[in-house]
Each structure stands twice: as structure tokens, then as C-alpha cells.
């Protein structure tokens, strides 16, 4: 009875911390909108901080808890809110996570450089060594204090919300912002302390889980936010109530779990068939949050379709001729030519792993950029690819690489089939939770990975091998080229459409007889099997791969790369590459000394999606199109001879559209004259 006694008050211990943590987070998305990925990482950069001032600096924990709770977290948060998150309106789901995740990769790479990870840092708990005697077991001051600050913050936060004016218009906010503005509320105000509030939580929770671990370690901490998703989903990210509930649930099962859930003997199944006792499930134990997460999304009431019109966003999808990439696939091969020449050894070697990547990254082209379907686990399916091709694939041969595609578009097909109902932050939220799931329970396996690694052999096609540095690279470059063409040329058939379409409006899919489950089953197989097809080669052009390779964090920058690039085109996918190889490979080997501040450039330029959410490649053509187009438009302005007979005045964004197919101009560049004419009209009409 005092073991389980023991082991509720632990899994109360551990429920406080993700309900302080799980609070936060459901506070500043009822109020923006927008799910902070990047939660983790401002308690993280707290608890360091903390540490700096109280353990080096040697100030009195009180005026360092206050210093770090009460000023610097909440000023971060609501700058963040202030110069980031305000302007993401008519972004994209897509774009909004990945800002966030940028965000994350900024935060957690300034405390890689202000606290680099080889020193070790021990951080006391609260009153160390004072302890409360229950007869059955002795809680440390620590372990109260974080039950005390979970209570605390249900009682404050339902006081702010309920009793006071700020918290009545906050609420009004979440219910209907138009409306709360048009009564007198200040939208962007209460944001704006949201995400401070949101701060000063995540602040406490990494501060406590230090305390708590009596270490501070960047990854747990910045993970610390994964295991909230879980207990905010249970109040469907909206309760505050129910997100209490759900932590508690979730810190009593993990330390059950811990106390009583057996998994070293065998699973034997009803038919007397018994696993490899090598194949491990106690990673099943720290996944718990995990896995409640993916049931609780798993059972919530069906997303309805959306209702209303096309919905209003500031992205475009190219459409490039397939011809332009069956001859890019030839310049492909020929630049790995030239790059494998010019730079032979090392960079060909780095140069390889990112175009391997980029073909993951074009995984991601059909499933994120034209259906709009969000997935975080892109690394999770390169990593089943690479498995099977080392596995089953042998010395590299074609058969093993194609069954690493099936296998892979066929766990995508089963990961998607109770995905299909979710869509938007709840899918990104579910394909999370599959990748994490895939790192405890799959990639940890030593069956697995022999001594520590799995080598995998590259390709020997009809006689050719590709062993040699410089004809992998250039295979690398031509099946890129091919994997784009197949995209380019499925952009101007019939699912293409289709895709686009369901981006679009899913109410007028639905009205024209499309079913979605179907499609999105199809383009989540489809993105699956290039993942794998990706993973594979990036085993081989690694030669060998570890537990670590592909492991949810992997995942991150992937995503974030190829949204950067624009998600919408192949061409994105290609300038994801060359970043990833550049910016995490290339200039850190240069460059030891700045290795961990090149990883700030992707993360500013993800930031910096809310102003220019098509990423570099669209943006960059679109600005190419407008200085051509503004030079001959300068020369002759078909706009002022079509401006009495059509009506300019009246023109709406699509009438534009259309105008622009139709005189050649760039749409951009055709609104702006539209606008300067009408502001001399009026300036005419009052003289």
C-alpha cells in the first residue's frame, strides 16, 4: 500500500508540472490561434537563465525567481507576440507551425551558444534537502512547491478570467474576436498578455522540471512542451479545466506505469507465437504522454467541414511546365558532376547528404503545399526506408530500395487511416505523436542497430555501382529530378486539382461528390513512399545509421527548410537542400567556432515567413516577373487603355487574376497602379 501510495504522489509531482506547462500553451492559443511549438524551449532558456543568476551568479533564488518569472518571461513573450505572431494573419496553418518551430530552433540555438551543452550544470531544488515526512514517503519542499504552483495557476488563471475585466475581454476575444473589437475589446492586447502569461508558465515549468531533475539538459527541457500536448488536448485545447484534469491523468499513469507496467518478459500472442525477447518496449513508459495524446485525438468528435467560401490566403502554388524539369534533370546530373569534380571528399560527402534530404523534403511538396494536410514525421518515414532498405535491401540493390518505398506507402497509408478525420494543428499534432512514438518504441531498438549502427549499401544498378562519392551524388541529383518531374507532371492532372482543390475549400469538394477520406489517403501514400524513397538513399549516402538519425527533432528542420524554400514547389525542395547542406553541414566544418549560430539563419528566415509566407524561390521568381512586367508596362500600360472600359474601380482580387492572364501582366504589380490611380482620382475629386 505505501508503494502505491508512493507512486500517486509521484505522478501528482509529475502531473503539476504538465498541467503549468499544458495551461500556457491552451492560453495563448485560444487567444491568437496559434499553437506555440516553441513553448519547450522558453521554459528551457528560463531554467538556464535561472541557473546563470541563482547557482554562477550567486543571487538569492527569490530575486532570481522573480527577476526570470516576473520580467524577463513575461517582456519575451509579449514581444514575441508583438513583432512575430501579429503578423501571421491570412497565413496558412502550415505557416503559422512553422514560424513557431522556427522560433523554436532560434531559442533553443542561442542557449546552445549562451550555455554550450559540454558543461555540466546542476540546478538545487528548491529548500534542498528539506523534506516533508508522510510516513510512506518523504516529499522534498521541491516536489510541494510544484503542487503548490500547479494549484496556484488554476486558481489565478480562473480569477483572471472570470473575475476581472482583462479576462472577460480575453475570453471575448476567443469567443468571437469582430464582435469583442466592436464592443470596446483590444484584440491585439489581450494577445498580447496572453503570450506573456503563456511565457511566465513555461518559464515556471522548466524552472520547477530543472529543479526537479537537478540537471539541466537542452533537449528533456525543450521536449518538456511534447508531454503537455496530451494534457491540453483533453480540454481540446480550449478548457483550462480539463487540461488540469488530463495532467494529472497523465502524470498518475506515467508513474504507474513506471511502479507496475512489466515489459522486459515476452509478448506472447493468443496463438502461442512469442516476439524477440530483443525487441524492447520499455521506451513505451516515457511515450505514455504520448500515446494518450494520439488515443485522445484518436477519439475526438470528427472535424466538420468547413463552410463558406474559398478561404482567403496570401500563398500561391507554381505550376511550371514538366518539360522545364525533364531538362532540369539533366542539368541536375551534370551540376553533381561538376560539384563532385570541383569539390571532391568532404564536400561531395556533405553536398550528398542534403540533396538526400531534399528528396525527403519533397515528400512534403504534394502533402503540406498542395493539400494543405500538416505532417511533422517526415523523418519518421525516411527512417522506416532506410531500415528496410539496410534490412532487407542487401548490397544495395534495386529491389531493396523499391521495397523500402512499398513498405514505407504502406505505413503511411495506416498512420493516415485514423489521421484522415484530423486536419490543421490536430494532424500536425497526431503526426508528432507518431514520430515520438517511432523514436521510443522503434529506433531505440539495439535489434535494430547492431552495435549501435545499421550499415546500409548503396546502389548497384544493372552493372553501374555507385560506391564512389561522385557518381552517388550524381545519382542523388538525377532521381531528385525524377521524383520532381513525377510531381510537376501529377501538379496538372486530375488529383493534382484535386489537392489543390481540398486546400482550397473542402466544403465545395465535399458539394461536388470528392471524398476527401480517399484523397487524403492517397496523398498521404504517396508522400510516404518518396519519404522512404528518400530515407534510403540518405542511409546510403551515410553508409550506416543510428538510433539518432531520424529522430523527431530531425524532422524539424526538414520542414522547416522546405517551407522556407516554398512548400508549394519542387524548386523548394531544392533550395532546402543546398540550406540544409550549407548551413548544418558545409560552413560549421569551415567554421567550427560559429558552428551553432549558423543554425539562427533558418530559424530568422522561418520567422520571417508571416511577411512573405511563398517562400524564397516563389517570392524570388515573383519579383523577377514583377521588375520584367513593370518595365513594359512602363513602355506601354495596358491597364490605362482597359481601365475606362472595364471598370478598375470595381475589379476584385480574381477579376486581377484574370487580367493578368490576360495582358501579361504580374498581378502584384497590376493592384498597386489600380490603387495609385484611385488615390489621384480622389485627390482630384477633392480639388
Same mark, same amino acid.
Given at each position: 500500500?505505501?508503494?502505491?501510495?508512493?507512486?500517486?504522489?509521484?505522478?501528482?509531482?509529475?502531473?503539476?508540472?504538465?498541467?503549468?506547462?499544458?495551461?500556457?500553451?491552451?492560453?495563448?492559443?485560444?487567444?491568437?490561434?496559434?499553437?506555440?511549438?516553441?513553448?519547450?524551449?522558453?521554459?528551457?532558456?528560463?531554467?538556464?537563465?535561472?541557473?546563470?543568476?541563482?547557482?554562477?551568479?550567486?543571487?538569492?533564488?527569490?530575486?532570481? !525567481?522573480?527577476?526570470?518569472?516576473?520580467?524577463?518571461?513575461?517582456?519575451?513573450?509579449?514581444?514575441?507576440?508583438?513583432?512575430?505572431?501579429?503578423?501571421?494573419?491570412?497565413?496558412? /496553418?502550415?505557416?503559422?507551425?512553422?514560424?513557431?518551430?522556427? !522560433?523554436?530552433?532560434?531559442?533553443?540555438?542561442?542557449?546552445?551558444?549562451?550555455?554550450?551543452?559540454?558543461?555540466?550544470?546542476?540546478?538545487?531544488?528548491?529548500? /534542498?534537502?528539506?523534506?516533508?515526512?508522510?510516513?510512506?514517503?518523504?516529499?522534498?519542499?521541491? /516536489?510541494?512547491?510544484?503542487?503548490?504552483?500547479?494549484?496556484?495557476?488554476?486558481?489565478?488563471?480562473?480569477?483572471?478570467?472570470?473575475?476581472?475585466?482583462?479576462?472577460?475581454?480575453?475570453?471575448?476575444?476567443?469567443?468571437?474576436?469582430?464582435?469583442?473589437?466592436?464592443?470596446?475589446?483590444?484584440?491585439?492586447?489581450?494577445?498580447?498578455?496572453?503570450?506573456?502569461?503563456?511565457?511566465?508558465?513555461?518559464?515556471?515549468?522548466?524552472?520547477?522540471?530543472?529543479?526537479?531533475?537537478?540537471?539541466?539538459?537542452?533537449?528533456?527541457?525543450?521536449?518538456?512542451?511534447?508531454?503537455?500536448?496530451? @494534457?491540453?488536448?483533453?480540454?481540446?485545447?480550449?478548457?483550462?479545466?480539463?487540461?488540469?484534469?488530463?495532467?494529472?491523468?497523465?502524470?498518475?499513469?506515467?508513474?504507474?506505469?513506471?511502479?507496475?507496467?512489466?515489459?522486459?518478459?515476452?509478448?506472447?500472442? @493468443?496463438?502461442?507465437?512469442?516476439?524477440?525477447?530483443?525487441?524492447?518496449?520499455?521506451?513505451?513508459?516515457?511515450?505514455?504522454?504520448?500515446?494518450?495524446?494520439?488515443?485522445?485525438?484518436?477519439?475526438?468528435?470528427?472535424?466538420?467541414?468547413?463552410?463558406?467560401?474559398?478561404?482567403?490566403?496570401?500563398?500561391?502554388?507554381?505550376?511550371?511546365?514538366?518539360?522545364?524539369?525533364?531538362?532540369?534533370?539533366?542539368?541536375?546530373?551534370?551540376?553533381?558532376?561538376?560539384? @563532385?569534380?570541383?569539390?571532391?571528399?568532404?564536400?561531395?560527402?556533405?553536398?550528398?547528404?542534403?540533396?538526400?534530404?531534399?528528396?525527403?523534403?519533397?515528400?512534403?511538396?504534394?502533402?503540406?503545399?498542395?493539400?494543405?494536410?500538416?505532417?511533422?514525421?517526415?523523418?519518421?518515414?525516411?527512417?522506416?526506408?532506410?531500415?528496410?532498405?539496410?534490412?532487407?535491401?542487401?548490397?544495395?540493390?534495386?529491389?531493396?530500395?523499391?521495397?523500402?518505398?512499398?513498405?514505407?506507402?504502406?505505413?503511411?497509408?495506416?498512420?493516415?487511416?485514423?489521421?484522415?478525420?484530423?486536419?490543421?494543428?490536430?494532424?500536425?499534432?497526431?503526426? @508528432?505523436?507518431?514520430?515520438?512514438?517511432?523514436?521510443?518504441?522503434?529506433?531505440?531498438?539495439?535489434?535494430?542497430?547492431?552495435?549501435?549502427?545499421?550499415?546500409?549499401?548503396?546502389?548497384?544498378?544493372?552493372?553501374?555501382?555507385?560506391?564512389?562519392?561522385?557518381?552517388?551524388?550524381?545519382?542523388?541529383?538525377?532521381?531528385?529530378?525524377?521524383?520532381?518531374?513525377?510531381?510537376?507532371?501529377?501538379?496538372?492532372?486530375?488529383?493534382?486539382?484535386?489537392?489543390?482543390?481540398?486546400?482550397?475549400?473542402?466544403?465545395?469538394?465535399?458539394?461536388?461528390?470528392?471524398?476527401?477520406?480517399?484523397?487524403?489517403?492517397?496523398?498521404?501514400? !504517396?508522400?510516404?513512399?518518396?519519404?522512404?524513397?528518400?530515407?534510403?538513399?540518405?542511409?546510403?549516402?551515410?553508409?550506416?545509421?543510428?538510433?539518432?538519425?531520424?529522430?523527431?527533432?530531425?524532422?524539424?528542420?526538414?520542414?522547416?527548410?522546405?517551407?522556407?524554400?516554398?512548400?508549394?514547389?519542387?524548386?523548394?525542395?531544392?533550395?532546402?537542400?543546398?540550406?540544409?547542406?550549407?548551413?548544418?553541414?558545409?560552413?560549421?566544418?569551415?567554421?567550427?567556432?560559429?558552428?551553432?549560430?549558423?543554425?539562427?539563419?533558418?530559424? !530568422?528566415?522561418?520567422?520571417?515567413?508571416?511577411?512573405?509566407?511563398?517562400?524564397?524561390?516563389?517570392?524570388?521568381?515573383?519579383?523577377?516577373?514583377?521588375?520584367?512586367?513593370?518595365?513594359?508596362?512602363?513602355?506601354?500600360?495596358?491597364?490605362?487603355?482597359?481601365?475606362?472600359?472595364?471598370?478598375?474601380?470595381?475589379?476584385?482580387?480574381?477579376?486581377?487574376?484574370?487580367?493578368?492572364?490576360?495582358?501579361?501582366?504580374?498581378?502584384?504589380?497590376?493592384?498597386?497602379?489600380?490603387?495609385?490611380?484611385?488615390?489621384?482620382? /480622389?485627390?482630384?475629386?477633392?480639388?
Amino acid at each position: 500500500m505505501d508503494e502505491l501510495l508512493t507512486y500517486l504522489v509521484l505522478g501528482l509531482v509529475t502531473g503539476a508540472l504538465y498541467a503549468v506547462s499544458a495551461s500556457g500553451l491552451v492560453l495563448t492559443y485560444t487567444t491568437s490561434g496559434i499553437f506555440n511549438f516553441a513553448h519547450g524551449a522558453f521554459g528551457m532558456f528560463a531554467a538556464f537563465l535561472y541557473w546563470k543568476l541563482r547557482v554562477e551568479n550567486g543571487w538569492p533564488a527569490p530575486v532570481a !525567481l522573480v527577476l526570470v518569472l516576473l520580467v524577463i518571461a513575461p517582456l519575451f513573450g509579449a514581444i514575441v507576440e508583438r513583432v512575430i505572431m501579429r503578423g501571421l494573419e491570412d497565413t496558412s /496553418e502550415v505557416t503559422k507551425l512553422v514560424v513557431t518551430i522556427s !522560433l523554436l530552433f532560434g531559442v533553443y540555438q542561442g542557449a546552445v551558444v549562451l550555455f554550450p551543452p559540454e558543461t555540466a550544470r546542476r540546478l538545487p531544488g528548491f529548500f /534542498e534537502g528539506n523534506s516533508i515526512d508522510l510516513g510512506f514517503y518523504r516529499l522534498t519542499y521541491h /516536489e510541494a512547491i510544484t503542487i503548490a504552483a500547479a494549484i496556484a495557476t488554476a486558481i489565478g488563471l480562473r480569477t483572471l478570467l472570470f473575475r476581472t475585466r482583462t479576462g472577460l475581454a480575453m475570453r471575448g476575444v476567443v469567443d468571437d474576436r469582430p464582435l469583442a473589437q466592436l464592443n470596446g475589446a483590444r484584440p491585439a492586447r489581450s494577445s498580447m498578455l496572453a503570450w506573456a502569461i503563456g511565457a511566465m508558465l513555461a518559464a515556471l515549468a522548466g524552472v520547477l522540471l530543472g529543479g526537479t531533475q537537478g540537471s539541466l539538459a537542452h533537449i528533456p527541457l525543450t521536449l518538456l512542451v511534447i508531454n503537455a500536448y496530451g @494534457a491540453a488536448m483533453f480540454g481540446r485545447l480550449r478548457s483550462l479545466p480539463l487540461t488540469f484534469v488530463g495532467a494529472i491523468v497523465l502524470g498518475l499513469a506515467q508513474s504507474l506505469a513506471i511502479g507496475y507496467l512489466n515489459l522486459d518478459e515476452p509478448i506472447t500472442s @493468443a496463438f502461442g507465437w512469442t516476439f524477440a525477447r530483443s525487441f524492447s518496449l520499455n521506451g513505451l513508459r516515457a511515450a505514455i504522454p504520448v500515446v494518450a495524446l494520439f488515443v485522445v485525438l484518436l477519439f475526438l468528435k470528427p472535424l466538420k467541414v468547413r463552410a463558406g467560401a474559398q478561404r482567403s490566403t496570401r500563398e500561391v502554388v507554381p505550376s511550371p511546365p514538366v518539360a522545364r524539369w525533364l531538362v532540369g534533370t539533366v542539368v541536375l546530373g551534370g551540376v553533381g558532376y561538376a560539384l @563532385a569534380t570541383l569539390y571532391p571528399g568532404l564536400r561531395t560527402f556533405q553536398i550528398g547528404q542534403g540533396v538526400a534530404l531534399g528528396i525527403v523534403m519533397l515528400s512534403l511538396v504534394p502533402l503540406i503545399g498542395w493539400a494543405g494536410q500538416i505532417s511533422l514525421a517526415p523523418m519518421a518515414f525516411a527512417g522506416i526506408g532506410a531500415l528496410v532498405m539496410g534490412t532487407w535491401g542487401g548490397d544495395g540493390t534495386l529491389g531493396g530500395l523499391v521495397l523500402a518505398v512499398v513498405v514505407t506507402a504502406l505505413v503511411g497509408a495506416l498512420v493516415a487511416l485514423p489521421a484522415i478525420r484530423l486536419r490543421d494543428l490536430y494532424l500536425a499534432l497526431a503526426t @508528432a505523436a507518431f514520430a515520438v512514438l517511432m523514436d521510443s518504441l522503434v529506433f531505440n531498438q539495439n535489434s535494430l542497430f547492431p552495435n549501435g549502427n545499421l550499415p546500409i549499401g548503396r546502389l548497384d544498378l544493372f552493372g553501374i555501382s555507385f560506391d564512389d562519392d561522385r557518381a552517388h551524388l550524381v545519382l542523388l541529383f538525377v532521381v531528385f529530378g525524377l521524383v520532381a518531374t513525377g510531381l510537376v507532371w501529377l501538379r496538372h492532372r486530375r488529383f493534382g486539382r484535386l489537392l489543390l482543390a481540398m486546400k482550397s475549400s473542402d466544403a465545395a469538394c465535399v458539394t461536388l461528390g470528392v471524398s476527401l477520406a480517399r484523397t487524403k489517403l492517397a496523398v498521404f501514400t !504517396l508522400s510516404a513512399g518518396i519519404a522512404g524513397l528518400g530515407g534510403a538513399l540518405y542511409g546510403a549516402q551515410l553508409n550506416r545509421v543510428s538510433s539518432t538519425t531520424f529522430q523527431f527533432l530531425q524532422s524539424l528542420p526538414v520542414v522547416l527548410l522546405a517551407v522556407i524554400g516554398g512548400i508549394g514547389a519542387a524548386g523548394g525542395a531544392l533550395f532546402g537542400a543546398g540550406a540544409y547542406a550549407l548551413t548544418f553541414l558545409i560552413l560549421p566544418d569551415l567554421v567550427p567556432a560559429l558552428a551553432t549560430w549558423f543554425a539562427l539563419g533558418p530559424a !530568422l528566415a522561418g520567422i520571417s515567413l508571416g511577411k512573405n509566407p511563398n517562400g524564397a524561390v516563389n517570392e524570388t521568381a515573383r519579383n523577377l516577373r514583377a521588375r520584367r512586367s513593370g518595365a513594359a508596362a512602363s513602355a506601354d500600360d495596358p491597364l490605362a487603355e482597359l481601365e475606362p472600359g472595364f471598370g478598375l474601380d470595381g475589379l476584385t482580387d480574381a477579376d486581377l487574376r484574370l487580367l493578368d492572364r490576360a495582358v501579361g501582366l504580374d498581378t502584384d504589380a497590376a493592384y498597386a497602379r489600380l490603387l495609385r490611380r484611385r488615390r489621384q482620382r /480622389e485627390v482630384a475629386d477633392v480639388a
